[in-house]
């Protein structure tokens, strides 16, 4: 059973910043592709940020400049920095890992984590 634990969520002041990181664990042979997603009230889930094996990296364009995603394989972790916070990154942001295990390669989805942005 694998699975993904975030941490780092909060209520910040705009123009914070805050850090969020997940852990994935379990039966892992390997990672492929990790990222952030956040969904708004009322908004579908959208794309945050991703990076890759090798650490290639794509972001939304509301975040560019101002969030960093990074990732750390010997601890399965990813985390994403987030600098000059906004009202409107006000979101549940969830983790998302591209996994192999023994049995298969599949997605697997974190419980998601508040990020409150007070103006």
């Known amino acids: 059973q694998v699975q993904l634990v975030e941490s780092g969520g909060g209520l910040v002041q705009a123009g914070g910043s805050l850090r969020l990181s997940c852990t994935a664990s379990g039966r892992i042979r390997s990672i492929n592709v990790m990222g952030w997603y956040r969904q708004a009230p009322g908004k579908q889930r959208e794309l945050v940020a991703i990076?890759?094996?090798?650490?290639?990296?794509n972001y939304a364009d509301s975040v560019k400049g101002r969030f960093t995603i990074s990732r750390d394989d010997a601890k399965n972790t990813v985390y994403l920095q987030m600098n000059s916070l906004k009202s409107e990154d006000t979101a549940v942001y969830y983790c998302?890992?591209?996994?192999?295990?023994?049995?298969?390669?599949?997605?697997?989805w974190g419980q998601g984590t508040q990020v409150t942005v007070s103006s």
């Open positions: 990076i890759v094996t090798g650490g290639n990296t």
């Open positions: 998302n890992a591209n996994i192999e295990t023994l049995a298969y390669r599949t997605d697997y």
